[in-house]
């Protein structure tokens, strides 16, 4: 509770300060995210962060802990959007997809979200697996994310074998690992940033071979 002029008792809004400091974040991912990229996990100084965003360093080691936290933060706004504390299984398409009664339609529209979302979220992969063989640090973040993925493709192939729509002879850890492999970043490393492919082909692509493979 606080006063106002006239010594009038009125409730405390503490909604201009969570928006200041939602925006405060969102300025340090966005200059995170693009010191990242432009020079690598090693080369890349909190204090430089903070100097992009127009923060003090404090302030983002207060919002992030340290160097790593942060670049698995810039993963995790990529992956959905945002900065919202929103459970990956409860997004909008992860709701949609398991939704959908078709599997051909399921597994070509998580193609379709798997091209779409790469050119956000794999770059920054790379940043990491690549800082991963000499850091420490950048190893965690790395096998941390790993295992994220990992999990994420148990459950969809679960969710496939339950729903009845994996081909006669296909056990739910084969689905799971002919998932892990058409999601990864070096299969997305090979056609899309080596030979040329456009982000629509790659994920027309993926949700074919998936298809073909498991259905």
Not at 133 to 145: F, R, Y
Not at 174 to 182: G, N, S
């Amino acid at each position: 509770m606080t006063k106002d002029v006239n010594g009038r008792t009125r409730a405390y809004d503490s909604s201009g300060r969570r928006n200041r400091a939602a925006a405060t974040r969102l300025a340090i991912l966005d200059a995170a995210r693009q010191a990242f990229l432009e020079h690598g996990f090693a080369a890349t100084t909190m204090p430089a962060i903070a100097a992009s965003a127009q923060v003090s360093v404090e302030t983002v080691y207060k919002a992030f802990g340290n160097k790593a936290a942060l670049v698995k933060a810039v993963f995790d706004v990529a992956v959905v959007g945002d900065d919202q504390p929103i459970p990956l299984m409860q997004r909008e398409f992860v709701q949609r997809n398991i939704a959908e009664p078709d599997p051909r339609a399921k597994l070509a529209a998580y193609g379709a979200h798997v091209g779409a979302l790469a050119p956000r979220t794999h770059p920054v992969l790379l940043v990491v697996r690549d800082a991963a063989v000499s850091d420490p640090a950048a190893a965690g973040v790395w096998q941390t994310l790993q295992n994220e993925r990992l999990v994420g493709m148990t459950a969809f192939a679960t969710h496939l074998r339950d729903q009845g729509h994996l081909r006669p002879g296909i056990t739910m850890p084969h689905a799971r690992d002919v998932l892990w492999t058409h999601n990864s970043v070096e299969l997305w490393d090979l056609l899309v940033r080596q030979r040329g492919w456009g982000a629509r082909r790659y994920g027309t692509w993926v949700g074919e071979q998936l298809i073909a493979a498991l259905l």
